[in-house]
């Protein structure tokens, strides 16, 4: 089992930054992958943004493309997603994620999450 703690929630004005961590701990499998997903009040979750561990291929949602960037540190074992540029609409409750490949986590095949961790952007 495959353990994600999150941190870096908060609340910003619209315009500012805000620096989210993600702490994997456990046994982790092959060619994985490791992103974000965001759920806001009444909507359904969505995809955010993932990156591909071995080779740090990474790939953003339309939304967040060019404001957020995705990031690991191997000897810490850690993703990070740095947002830039908040807007109002961009919060959320914000979930790390983990799964075997690139694929699955496309797929909606997440293995593992965690507990979330609310981002606010007020104007």
């Known amino acids: 089992q495959v353990q994600l703690v999150e941190s870096g929630g908060g609340a910003v004005q619209a315009g500012g930054s805000l620096r989210l961590s993600c702490a994997a701990s456990g046994r982790t499998f092959g060619d994985y992958a490791m992103g974000w997903f965001r759920q806001a009040p009444g909507k359904e979750r969505e995809f955010v943004a993932l990156?591909?561990?071995?080779?740090?291929?990474?790939y953003y949602a339309d939304s967040v493309k060019g404001r957020f960037t995705i990031s690991r540190d191997n000897a810490k074992n850690t993703m990070y997603l740095e947002m830039n540029s908040l807007k109002p609409e961009d919060t959320a409750v914000y979930f790390c994620?983990?799964?075997?490949?690139?694929?699955?986590?496309?797929?909606?095949?997440?293995?593992?999450w965690g507990k979330g961790t609310l981002v606010t952007v007020s104007s």
């Open positions: 994620a983990a799964a075997r490949t690139v694929l699955t986590m496309l797929k909606n095949g997440v293995d593992y």
């Open positions: 990156i591909r561990w071995s080779t740090e291929y990474t």
